[in-house]
């Protein structure tokens, strides 16, 4: 029996399919979300190019922790992917703030734009050496405030405590504009809204449909402050444990993935706001102005930053 055995489990050791491998990929988001349909096309390129022989596993709804808990688990090599916002990618590699300055993007085709260019790709590697690198930016729309009161200028704001996510420069902006910045985990807002232990929150209108916030903060306020892409972010122990072939395939498939993402974004926003309007959300409309006001100083502080001017100048120039 074990002469038979034996040729049987060495046949099986050296099949290609034994040999492939498997990176995880997780993320805070839900199901619906245009993030995760667009990881899963990410995956079905992957392992199509790669004829089966890598694969990526996504973790939805924050299966791996919280962003930040992802992020780190990236950084230190104990998970391979994450899907973060690019705003608390600064906190691992300061030139993504870049990317969570306040109306810093003229308007979405910009942003866009920003996202396929050469400058996104120089982007996306500034962190080598730090545990980690950027392998493509997703569309995450417009982000705008959300409370159970609307946010017509700056002055509503004033002592209203802000849910942001874990990122320096967003917490300067809310305070800026006079509300009290709030750090909390993203899938922990429903609960602070619904406990008081937040007034507002600010995001895209799929976060605030798709994570029920609407269910607790009736009022989203279209001042539109940030446009700032998301990040799938993979380990250096990971992306160095490919091969060359391997890791052209997984670049070509996060930046072909990106396309797909922008076309399911826009489908999946305009659903959801009619659905935001449905479940009984006032979409408000509002007076920029106060608001880029309010923020300038930020753009031109971050302009003295050598490092961060040299992307400032190549977004505006786009």
Known sequence: MKKILLPLVATLLIAPSVYAKTLNLGHAMSLESAA??????????????SNGELKIKIFPNGQLGSERDQAEQVITGAIDMAKINGGLAESFEPTFKVNALPFLFRDIPHMR???????????????????????????S???????????????????????VPGSPTMMEMVNL??????PVPFNEVYTALQQGVIDGAENNISSLVEMKHSEVAKFYSMDQHLMTPDVIIISENAFNSLSPAEQKILKEAAAESLDEQIKLWDAIDDMNKAKGIKEGVTFVEVDKAPFRAAVKPM???AKKDPKLAAFIEKIEAL
């Open 299 to 301: 753009i031109d502080e």
């Open 36 to 49: 995760h349909k667009g990881m899963v096309i990410m995956a079905d390129k992957v392992k199509a190019k």
């Open 177 to 182: 504009l006079g509300g009290k910045a709030t």
């Open 113 to 139: 734009q920003f996202m396929k260019s050469d400058a996104a790709q120089e982007m996306l590697v500034t962190s080598a050496g730090k545990g980690f690198i950027g392998l493509t930016f997703y569309d």
């Open 141 to 163: 729309g417009t982000r705008s405030f959300y409370a159970k009161k609307a946010i017509n200028s700056p002055a509503d704001l004033a002592g209203m405590k802000v849910r």
